[in-house]
């Protein structure tokens, strides 16, 4: 084993090379992949997404940017057929790689249920902090370079950079290098900059790359000296122009328009304060429950308002640890239905609202602590069971809310992915259950004295009635946080 034979080698073993073109390739590749795999966690997706995506990702995209390169060099490789599969001699064109993982992420995304324009939005700003590892593969291999310069050019420069550009007799422009920083700077500024402050539809994330890389490559490409050509234009630049157009019409939402990128979400309701009102009998209840099982505690209103929310599970693990909860659990839903139809309350607004969606077309889910027996009972005391097309209880959630397991299994019953979806609730742990996996989180407050609790959960959207949800969900936006990356 050798390393750093030469320039180019970064070891051998025997005629086996790890080329540094490999080793940047790569090595731009898997911290882009990296980056993404941070961020689909937060949105909620499981790690296999893109485990499974990356290696033919990789294949795919090297394969488009050797056959991109090979035709625009056919009179070259025509009479060289061996060396068209010699890639570790250099030879990959971006555009081409760029094109065939794109059609590769098309039809993966879409047999995944996965918005192909969110990814776009997450992968496409990585992409350039891959290339600008990339380059430095060109450097490794002496390529992507530009026109002759004087040896005094480089005075400011590493020794290491002046040296490996001085190609066939000649000091070259360093054009890699030039690519390899704005690619660096255009991902740092759409990261933050285009993320936070102009991000406003699904997919401006990957057209401001289309838009930044386009006006990069064209600027670069006109000093390089090694340029694709077809007759005599340089066909990266045709490519970049093309690239810069289409991001630009991306960005002003003309896509969206033409081709109907806009959907409806998904809509998913808590249960309890958010469409019935049933605090009152679920302290009676409990109330009930304690004069039973401890006699002599004297409930608070602060604690019987502490009911609405934990699971039945849950509360009577913290007050009734000794107890059989089996038994409190059947006395707890015998109680509900002898109370129910006396103390559970609709909140205003909703039946209506309901019944607009459901013959809008949305699909509707209730995602709840409670368990799915009472969520039913609910629905059907408020008069809307009908217009729910799938109920996830306490039961069939593998952890209660705040997690946002209860969210992704009642998409996986609805067959749907979970990018444009919105949830309502009124509890600070709905809200945190909608963020941990970046959905659009609409917090309901009927009492404007919860506001200030809702609000330090940072909710997309606050609401004091129900009925604001109808004109919400018709707005033409990203419907999940796209704060969250």
Known sequence: MQFFPNSKIFVSFGTLHITWYAICILTGALIAYALCQRTIKKW?????????????????????????????EWSYYSQHVEEI????????????????????????????????LRMFDLIMPNVLLA?????????????????????????????????????????????????SCLNLLGFLLISTIGRKKLYRHRGDCGFMYCVWYGITRFIVEGMRSDSLMI??????????????????????????????????PVILLDVDGTISSSKACIAQIWTDIFQKYRPD???????????????????????????????????????????????????????????HLHDDGYLIGVVSNKTTNLIEIDLNLIGIDSCIDCVIGAENMPKPKPSSSGLVA????????????????DTCQDIQAARNMAAYSIAFSAYS????????????????SFSELQDIVQESRAWCDTRIW
């Open 85 to 116: 599969v010699a890639i570790w001699h250099g030879g990959l064109a971006i555009h081409g790689g760029i094109i065939a993982g794109l059609l590769f992420s098309l039809y993966y995304f879409h047999n995944h249920h996965v918005s192909f």
């Open 410 to 425: 009642a998409c996986d019953a609805l067959n749907v992915g979970h990018d444009d979806l919105v949830y309502v609730g």
């Open 449 to 464: 004295s919860e506001k200030k609790e809702l609000l330090v959960y940072d909710p997309c959207r606050l609401i004091h």
């Open 131 to 179: 290339q600008a590892f990339g380059r430095w593969g060109n450097f490794a291999n002496q390529e992507a370079y530009g026109q002759i310069v004087l040896a005094s050019y480089y005075k400011f420069f590493p020794s290491f950079i002046k040296n490996q550009m001085f190609i066939d007799g000649y000091y070259r422009q360093p054009t890699f290098l030039y690519e």
């Open 297 to 355: 505690d004297v409930l608070t209103q602060d604690q019987k308002d502490s009911f609405s929310g934990p699971t039945v599970e849950e509360t009577i693990k913290q007050y009734f640890p000794n107890e059989d909860g089996k038994k409190i659990h059947e006395m707890y839903d015998a109680l509900y239905e002898k109370y129910a139809s006396q103390m559970v309350l609709a909140i205003p607004g909703v039946e209506d609202t309901i019944q």
């Open 231 to 264: 007759g005599s234009f340089r066909i990266a630049q045709i490519i970049s122009v093309i690239a810069i157009i289409i991001g630009l019409i991306g960005l002003k939402g003309v896509f969206h328009r033409i081709f109907g990128w806009y959907h409806k």
């Open 44 to 72: 909620g997706y499981a790690s296999a997404l893109l485990e499974d995506y990356l290696f033919p990702l990789l294949l795919i995209g090297i394969l488009g940017a050797r056959i991109y390169y090979v035709i625009f």
